[in-house]
């Protein structure tokens, strides 16, 4: 299978680089996975799509305003950090850019010396594994000198740090947002509760290798990234019981879905567990548990559009970003969304 059968055309102009005022004013493409047929919806019309004894599952991950921006000590040149992976002893793996400014020994300021970042060691792959110093409360500095990650397609300044997060981010660690969930609000949790719909929670924090681009023509010689991932026993026993009582499982993003699809065994069960998955879905993939997806709009020939397709199919996606391009639908990280139904008729 080739990257290329993934590739659609995307006018510049479609790409959000500001979020919505309302995060539920979104707009909503429903695509049949059996049939191909598409509606087209406002998100909050979701909750009038998802019945009493279903199950939303969410992420709960929280994003780190992990992008950096400082100077080297010793000559003031600009540098920039993105933290990736936070390790032992006050050292993370990062992104420094440019790269020729940060080699072993050297030292970077941010905040007129509040925090300081020394290079300890250069990766294979160029990341640079880093030492902070400081006084005070790591998180607390990162919060006031740091900057939201926001994907390299969006160009505009974000205004609010809390709408690269969405409304029920919990546990710190992600390197990005989930985005799909950035359209729900406080209300349409609650409503969706308030009918009976089950909402289980875990947690995936998401790597920069989201955006990474499948760079071999072949797609079975990429290799995915690897991301953590934690479920407690609460949770899986509320899927698990969804599932038995003949309750759809609905995914809020690629995240949450690759999270289930790498813990359940054949039967589609889940137990409490944490660790790391670098599973790849494509088109040919049987999922175990999952039965259908809310999702953003995702870049030509990437991993996310190859996941989705799996679970709809690739023609019947292929055409329905034909038509949300025709439609002059948002595309990416603040655009607008796609829920991927089993049955367009029952909802």
Known sequence: MLKSDFYFDLPEELIA????????ASRLLVLDKKTGEVQHKVFRDIVDMINLGDCLVINETKVLPARLIGARKDTGSRVEILLLKRNEDDTWETIVYPGKKARPGHVIEFGNGLLEAEIVKVLDDGNRIVKFRYEGIFEELLDKLGEMPLPPYIHEKLEDKNRYQTVYAKNEGSAAAPTAGLHFTPELMDQLK??????????????LGTFRPVKEDDIMDHKMHSEFYMIDKENADLINSTR?????????GTTSTRTLESIADENGHIEACSGWTDIFIYPGYKFKIVDNLITNFHLPESTLIMLVSALAGRENVLNAYKTAVEEKYRFFSFGDAMFIASDIKKI
């Open 17 to 24: 680089q500001t979020p919505l005022k309302d995060r539920s």
């Open 194 to 207: 308030n009918k009976g719909v089950n909402i289980a929670r875990l947690t995936l924090h998401v790597g």
């Open 244 to 252: 038995e009582k003949g309750g759809r499982i609905i995914t809020v």
